[in-house]
Every structure is written in C-alpha cells, then in structure tokens.
C-alpha cells in the first residue's frame, strides 16, 4: 500500500538497492493493486510484498503463482503471522522460549461456553492457572488491544494497551475482570524492567535490535526533539542471536521484526510482526540493501546470466597484514582507557563523631567492610540533613557538644546544595571507620580532641565529562573502528564498517567495563556510541551496554586508603619538595632514579622547588583577585562560563585552593599541585574567553611540578612503581590474562551454531573485544607492570628499548590514555607452537595539551614493520605541521585525531549515515587512503590561527595522539607468563592483606557491648551478589532517569 511502499525507511532502503548495477525497482501504484486482476500487474523478477492493512493478499499469492518471482518474504506463511495462536504453535515447535500461556477459544455464538474460571487474582484456563498480574491478548494478531491485569494487593485495574495515538499507547483502568466475549491468550506477565526489545533481521544472518520503554509502564510514548519514538541500540545475546535466525527461517520472512522480553536471565519471543524495518538509522538502511541486494542477485543473477559474483569484502573474515608481514587473523582487541575531559576534581575531607553520622554509617551497612559510599539521592539528602541539624544547633547553643567543625560543615552544605537537586553523579560522600580516630597528617592540624573511633568523611564534587569529554570519547570510538579488519575501507559512506559488519553478523563478542564514577560510565556510553555507529543519548546506551565494573577493585580503587609503601612514597616525596633550595645533584638521584627525561626536565624548569611554590601562590592569589575584580564588574556578574560554570563558581574553586596549599605554618601543601594543574589546564582550555593575566605562567610551573607529583605518587624508584602498580592492578592483569586465554582456547562464545553458520564465510570465529574504562591511577599503574614487571629485556630487545625511551619521555597521561592489546592467530603454524598467536602492545598518551608541539616525545609510529622501519625515522610518527598541509593529502597513520566541537562526520548525504562535510576554504579536508589506517578525520586550519599558542580553538576540542606501537612480535605464551608471575609475586602481599584485613572494627554504640566487628573480604559468591546488586541499583538509577521520573529536590 502506498502509506508502507513511500514510508522513509522503504524508501532509503530502495535508494540504495537502485545502485546496483543490475536492479530496478518498479513500485506497483495502489489503484493497480486494488482494482486490477494480476495478470495485468506490472511483470517482476523479484517481489517484496506483504499484508498490511487493506492489502489484498490473496491477490498477492495469486500474481506470485501466476509470475513466479523470488519472494523476499513468503507469502502463504503471513497468514499465520496474522493468528496469535498459529505464531506461537510455530515458535514452540521451533524450541524457542515463550512465556507460559493457554489458548481461550470462544464460540462466537455461545461465548460462555468456554474453558475460563476467573478468581479475584487468577485465571484458570483449560486448566492452567495463571496468577495476577497476567496478560490477555486477542488471537488475532491485528488486534493490538491488549490487557494487563493487576493483583488486587497491587492495586487491582488493568493497563490497556493499543497502537499509539499522539503519545499513548496505553491506559490504566479500575476494571479488573476479563473481556467476556471473543478469543483471546493467556500468558504470564514477564517482569522487564519497563523496558521491550524488538529485532530486525534482514535475512538469517543479520539483525537489528532496539529497546524502547515498554508500553505497559505508564502508557506515554516517549519521543524526542523530532517527535519520533525514543528507541536505542541493544545487543543481542548468543542465544538471542540464534533466536533472530530461527525466526527468520521459521516464518520464511527476510526482512521480519518480532519482540522479544528479557526477564528473569532469559530471553521470551512475545510476538512476531513479520514485514518490519528499523526506523531513523542510516546504518541499518546501508546493510539491509546490502544484504538484500547481494541476495537478489546472487539468486537471479545465474538464472539471467548476469555476469556477477558474491563480492569477496575484506571483512568477511577477520584476517589482516602483521607488522610482521604475513597475514593473521584478528582474535582480540583489549584495551585500557582513561575517561575524556572533565571539569576539575573538587575534594574536602573532615573526621566526624556525632551519633547521627555512626547511624547512617550503620544503616546502610559500613560495618560490614568499614567503608561505605554514598551517592544515591536518598543517601545525600541524609548526609544533608545531618549537616543542617548540625549547623543549626551549634547556631543555637555555642557550648554544645559537636565536635565537627563549623566550617566544614557549611562547606558540606554547600556543596549538597548545588544544583538545586541530587543526581548521584556529579557528587559523592564516602565514609571510613577510624578505630582510633584519624592521625595527625601535618603539624598544623589540631590535636585530636578525644581518643576513640570516628568516621573519616570524604565528600567529593566536580569530576564530570564535559561536553568536551563525550565528543573525544565518541570520535576515538569511531577512529577505533578501524583497527579491525576491513575497517579502513569505505563501506556505504563511512568508515569502520569492518567491525560493523562483525557486530551485526554476530561474530563481535564485544563487553565494555567501566569503574563507577559518573564520568567514566559516561565516556564508555561515548565511545560506545561512536565505536557501535550508534545514535541517541548516552544514558540508553550507559544502561545497555556498559557493564559496572566496581567489584573485587577490577576498575576503581579507593585513592583515600593507600598502601603502606605509597603513604612512605608521599611523605619522602613531600620531604623532597618542601626544600628551599636548588635541587642538587642527590636530589635527582632520589627523585628521579629511573632517570626519566620527563622527570629530569621538570626538575629542571623547577630549580628550586619552594620558590616554585611562592610563585604558584603568588600566581593564584593574583588570580583570584582578577576573578573578584570581573565580579564586581556588573558586565561579568551574569558572565556564563564553559559547562555552566559561573564567575562565583570559579572564584569558590580557586579561593578554597588558595587557601589550601599554603598551609598555616608557611609550608605548602604537595598533593594540591595536581589540583592547581587540573583547574588551570581546564580554565586555559575552556575558559580562555576570559583573558586573564599570568595564567600561561601558571599553568607552565604547576605543570612542572605536577609533572613530577603525580606520576612519583605512585612510585619512585622501580621497586616503589612495582609494588604500588600491583596494589591496583592485579584484580584488572588477571581479568586481562583470562581475556586472551579464553580467546586463544576457542570458547564458544558469540559463535554462530553449525547448523545456522551458511553464507557467513567464518561462522565458528569471533573477534573478542574487552574495553575497560578508568580513572588515572589505573592507567599509570598498568604501564608501571609493563615497564617494570620484567615482561622484555631493555639490553637484548632494541624494539623493547625504544618504547621505555619514549615511555619515559611521556610527561603526562592525558585524558583518553589507552593501553591496547592486540592478539592475532596464524592459523598456518601448528596449534601448539609458540609462533601460533602474536601480541601486539600499543600506547597513545591521550588528549594533546597545551604547547604539547615543544614536548611530546617523538613515537615509533602505529604498527611500523619491524623490518621495513629500520632504516626510517623513529619520529615517523608523531607530530607534523599540520599548517603546511594541502588539500586532499592523505592522513599519515600517525597525524593525531583533530576533533571539532562537533562531529565532523555530519550525515548531509543520503548514501551514508557519516560523511565528511563540505569544507570552507580555510579548512583542510583529509581523506583516508591507508593500508593500515587508523583514524579519518578533518583538521580545521583555522582553529590554529585562531589561537597558535594554546589549545586548539579555546573552548574547542583537543585532538587525541594517536597510538603508537610500543612492541609488535610478542607472544602469547610470553604475555602469559608475564601475567602469571605479576600475579603470583602479590599474591603473598595479598594474602598479608588478607589476614591483616580481619583486624576488628571496633563499634563506638554501646548497645553493641564494644564489640567488634570483622571486616571481611568478599568471597566470589558474595562478590557475585553485591555486583549483582550494584548492577540493579545502577540499572534503577538510570531507567529512573531515562523515564523522566523527577529527581528528588532539597527541601
């Protein structure tokens, strides 16, 4: 019918099917449908047709005898698609899942004589009994109006459910009887979190799926800018993909939609709808006319002596050229990445003691571990409530008894407050049982007022990704494509499509982890998003597709309790800094004994590190005094800054830095210089509009300095680095090291069936792709393991050499850091030879700062054949004047990611969903022509001009450097070994943490007798179930969001 035949996604799909050299596409006009005999249909090799609403299809079965076309969908097998009961007698002879039901025929003549006993809560038909709440659908599959009936203890009623008008698609009513006349089925109601997957498939070896809020939940349609339903991207699971194959084969429909139910860990076909298309992605719209158009001609193109044959595409399998030469197949991709850009980290600590905060404490379970952290709305608004209690009766009487200091708790207050209102993302409490109080950390602090236990609070703010962050996170998700096989090729207008392709034909086994701040979920949803061609908001895909990695420390770690060696490290580092004179010659040998040129050249610019400081003092001071003085200017009193921020926010953030890093008696306080760094980084960055004096100089000294805190924090000499990286790392090294065994040992994992494996060239192959998110401390301590763990000899390796020279060299790990692992298989070697499976080892130091031209080190280049490369520059890779590009010249692999604010893959022509866009005159257009590429990407000349000696455009987005190889002719068995003897060297630490870690906790309640609580680790069960729990929870917090629930707003 002309509604369906002119809908958008039909004519997208028929666009590109007319591309192909051989087919035309005739569409038949309404009237000659409706009111012509089929022998004067217009004449077809090939026939798309389907039932809809008034469309003749008997005529239809009557042309395709008459004609005898191949048919996309079959045409006899929609009249059962039309019958709910005949659907699912097809789907149980196929074993596939359905929710358990029970057919009620009606005599239309004598409806009462039916198999029905309804109870106040139940239903009981031809014997089967089903409990409220169920569901009663017509057995006619047109009919959409479907019931669902709640137990009275709920509430009772029913939710009606109908096909969408304007923004319904259900409501509740009080009535809870069953319909009394027609046919209907009876099946249990599958719990899903409100929340329905439908799949496209487009053939058996192809499918689409979506998640959209169940209709069920409320009734109200969720839809976005455009007015178009809210769906969003899912992954289908192995079975779920075996599933999507069934029934397609099953119903004979290529092109075929159905829903599935996710409930209780399974999955339930709850309806099939036969003809069915995606609608509003351009992706799908390029495969499903691939797909189809390839099948057409494959079937015709014999018959009609077509000269054609299948196209034998690059990414039909896995196999791509090794640095080494030969041709390998690409079996697992694992990589370690930093989150994108944030607004600067704000932290305040303060011991309490007050019964109020023992209580929350122990209400919601810190007794258990001793910690406890708290970012639910619900929880803050406790935290927040105590602190108004607090400061209220100390307001009120002077000489009460509340040992919490009046300033911190304003500042807690404060802080709470922002916002208006608590989204657990952007603000977080964590508090620490003290047994005996906390120690003296300086000798400015006061003494302790009393001995006996108390709670170290921790509240932190700030550290959320910026607009900046996601569009970096995406890009790279989008340049990390083509690191897979057949990803460099153009494939329907963008590039990358060889992991695409693997994803949708089910050969992908792709899992993303991320610790559990707000802005690493959130930079995985990003890169996710660019890396899966995805579309929509980052809160569906955050749900959906990323998983919490917060169990056994895997991702996060707790920065406030540091292992005895680096509390050691701080305090010799803080000894080392706090001398006012000119570092000397044993200076560099305590502080840099590793001799890192970084190190070396920091302390260099430092001379003297006190003197640094005052200057840093001085610089902040004249800053905060600039911020004051625009204040009080009534044209910047209103002035927005980057994200939002405003001119008072600033000032807050540097005051309160001010204040804290020169300490009372005179000294400054060390573990600020990151702080300082990361707020003047971020105000050079997005805040340069303001123009403010000195702020080059600052950011060049705190630079220095921070140059040499934080990577020194975690470790100074290689010992120090080691036993400190571990601390962090082995829980996330044993995760890596299962990853390649599982590869390499052929689990059966996201593989296609045997039996369903035709036409897909490699069925029993998968890549297997692990991305693991995380914060800083993570990445610094995982590249300490692979420097210092002794996984290759620096004297009898060159290669090995090069890459810790460069290593050393890196001054910072940057937003967007990425360690990655690169596992290939010659399946040409015998399967027990060590020469079976090759390694490769990558690194890029993540976003490119401020004046970076002058400092970053020159790299080896992104997979540089080892022989090939001998006699070439090792500075290959880095860094080029882009000013002196030209127009139309191919990207080196090793030019940096140059990212606009907005994506520069803007969808501006209907051939693709990502196309580069029509360049001004002062922008230079870079195409991908690599054999091996990395990114594809457009550099805007004029953000250069525009600002020369900063960041790139002010307020815009960095560029990203891109990877460079550090080894690329390891082996498996190499790397395993590695792994194993980091592991096994902390496993006796481990276990003395172990033991040490069943220390009593003592409880300060008396009602409690003193008794004392164990701290106990989790065991893999419980470590199951709290993440388990932790999952729920996230899931909760996010649909809670996606649904539009109003957050919980400050009293």
């Not at 309404?30 to 389907?50: G, N, Q």
């Not at 399974?266 to 351009?282: I, L, P, Q, R």
Request: glycine share 6%; aromatic share 8%.
């Amino acid at each position: 019918m002309t509604k369906k035949s002119k809908s958008k996604p039909m004519t997208q799909i028929l666009e590109r099917l007319c591309k192909f050299d051989y087919i035309d596409v005739v569409i038949f006009p309404e009237e000659v449908i409706l009111e012509e005999p089929v022998e004067k249909w217009p004449l077809c090799d090939c026939l798309i047709s389907f039932h809809s609403k008034g469309f003749p299809l008997d005529k239809a079965v009557e042309y395709a005898k008459l004609r005898n076309p191949l048919l996309i969908n079959d045409l006899n097998m929609q009249y059962f698609i039309q019958d709910r009961r005949e659907v699912y007698r097809i789907l149980q002879e196929e074993g596939i899942d359905l929710p358990r039901y029970a057919v009620l025929n009606r005599d239309p003549d004598n409806p009462e004589e039916c198999n029905l006993v309804e109870g106040e809560d139940q239903v009981e038909v031809n014997g089967e009994v089903f409990h409220k709440p169920f569901v009663e659908k017509p057995v006619c599959a047109e009919d959409h109006n479907v019931y669902i009936y709640y137990p009275t203890s709920a509430g009772g009623g029913s939710q009606r459910l109908f096909r969408k008008i304007g923004s319904r698609s259900s409501v509740y009513s009080p009535e809870s009887s069953v319909r009394k006349t027609g046919s209907y089925i009876y099946e249990e109601f599958m719990p899903t979190d409100g929340t329905d997957v439908k799949v496209y498939t487009v053939g058996p070896d192809y499918a689409h799926a979506e998640a959209r809020k169940s209709p069920a939940l409320d009734g109200k349609v969720e839809r976005d800018s455009e007015g178009k339903e809210i769906r969003y991207p899912v992954m289908l699971t192995a079975m779920e993909k075996l599933v999507a194959r069934k029934v397609c084969l099953a119903f004979k429909q290529t092109v075929c939609g159905f829903d599935l139910l996710r409930a209780n860990g399974h999955s339930f076909v709850c309806d099939v709808n036969g003809f069915s298309f995606v609608k509003n992605s351009m992706k799908y719209y390029d495969d499903c006319a691939k797909v189809l158009g390839n099948m057409v001609m494959r079937e015709l193109a014999p018959q009609l002596h077509i000269p054609w044959s299948i196209p034998m595409e690059a990414e039909d399998i896995p196999i791509v050229p090794t640095t080494s030469g030969t041709m390998m197949e690409l079996r697992c991709v694992i990589a370690i990445i930093r989150h994108g850009d944030r607004t600067p980290k704000q932290k305040m600590k303060m011991e309490v003691r007050h019964p109020l905060f023992f209580e929350l404490f122990e209400k919601y379970g810190g007794y258990k571990t001793g910690k406890l952290k708290l970012k639910k709305p619900k929880q803050l608004q406790e935290v927040l409530d105590i602190a108004r209690l607090l400061l209220v009766e100390l307001g009120q009487h002077t000489d009460c008894e509340i040992e919490e200091k009046k300033s911190k708790l304003e500042q807690l207050k404060t802080v709470l407050e922002m916002y208006g209102h608590f989204s657990g993302i952007n603000r977080k409490v964590q508090l620490t049982y003290l047994r005996n109080g906390k120690p003296k950390a300086s000798s400015e602090e006061e003494d302790s007022k009393k001995d006996g236990p108390s709670l170290l609070l921790v509240l932190k703010w700030g550290g959320e990704l910026t607009p900046a962050g996601r569009v970096q996170a995406e890009e790279l998700g989008r340049a990390f494509r083509c690191m897979y096989p057949g990803g460099q090729g153009d494939y329907a207008g963008f590039p990358g499509c060889g992991l695409l392709r693997l994803h949708s034909t089910y050969r992908h086994d792709l899992k993303i982890y991320a610790s559990d701040e707000g802005r690493v979920q959130m930079t995985a949803a990003a890169f996710a998003k660019g890396l899966l061609a995805l579309e929509g908001e980052l809160t569906p895909i955050l749900v959906q597709m990323v998983k919490s990695a917060n169990m056994n420390g895997l991702l996060d770690s707790d920065s406030d309790s540091l292992t005895d060696c680096q509390q050691k490290v701080k305090a010799r580092l803080h000894e080392i800094m706090q001398k006012d004179q000119d570092f000397t010659e044993q200076d560099y040998q305590k502080l840099a004994p590793t001799g890192s040129p970084s190190l070396v050249n920091s302390m260099k610019v430092i001379e003297n590190p006190v003197k640094t400081c005052d200057k840093v003092y001085a610089l902040i001071q004249s800053l905060t005094s600039q911020i004051r003085k625009r204040l009080e200017d009534p044209k910047s009193a209103d002035l927005q800054l980057y994200h939002s921020e405003t001119l008072e926010l600033m000032l807050q953030r540097w005051s309160k830095l001010e204040r804290d890093f020169r300490m009372k008696n005179g000294r400054y306080d060390i573990s600020k210089i990151p702080d300082i760094y990361d707020c003047i980084k971020y105000d050079l960055q997005h805040n340069a509009s303001l123009d403010l004096e000195d702020t080059r100089e600052l950011f060049r000294l705190s630079r220095a300095l921070a140059d040499i805190v934080i990577p020194q924090e975690y470790g100074i000499n290689r010992a120090e680095k080691l036993d400190i990286a571990q601390a962090y790392c082995v829980p996330l090294m044993k995760k890596i090291q299962l990853d390649l065994q599982r590869t390499h040992e052929d689990e059966a994992v996201n593989k296609l069936h045997p039996l369903y494996s035709r036409g897909v060239m490699s069925p029993g192959r998968h890549v297997r792709t692990r991305l693991y998110f995380t914060s800083e401390s993570h990445v610094h301590s995982l590249l300490s393991i692979f420097r210092y763990g002794g996984l290759l000899n620096e004297e009898k390796d060159q290669q090995w050499k090069q890459a810790m020279d460069y290593l050393s060299a890196v001054t910072e790990l940057n937003y967007m850091t990425q360690i990655v692992i690169m596992l290939y298989e010659d399946n040409n070697k015998d399967p027990s030879s060590e020469e079976r499976f090759h390694v490769e080892l990558h690194f890029s130091p993540g976003v490119k700062g401020c004046e970076d031209e002058e400092t970053i080190p020159l790299g080896f280049g992104f997979r540089p054949a080892s022989s090939e490369n001998e006699d070439k520059k090792p500075n290959q890779g880095s860094l080029e004047d882009l000013s002196q590009d030209e127009p139309d010249q191919a990207l080196q692999v090793s030019d940096p990611i140059n990212i606009q604010r907005r994506s520069p893959m803007i969808r501006n022509r209907k051939t693709g969903s990502m196309e580069v866009p029509d360049c001004q005159s002062s922008v230079t257009r870079i195409r991908a022509v690599l054999s091996s590429p990395l990114f594809l990407l457009v550099h805007d000349r004029l953000y250069c001009t525009l600002c020369p000696a900063g960041f790139e455009g002010c307020s815009m987005v960095p560029s990203i450097y891109p990877l460079e190889t550090l080894h690329n002719s390891l082996s498996l068995k190499q790397v395993d070994e590695f792994l194993n003897s980091v592991c096994e060297s902390n496993s006796e630490v481990q276990a003395k943490t172990m033991k040490g870690a069943k220390a009593s906790v003592l409880n300060d309640n008396t009602d409690r007798n003193n008794s004392v609580a164990s701290l106990q680790f989790h065991t893999d069960l419980n470590a199951s179930i709290l993440w388990l729990l932790l999952q729920l929870n996230r899931y909760n917090d996010f649909f809670s969001s996606f649904r539009h629930t109003k957050q919980t707003d400050l009293p």
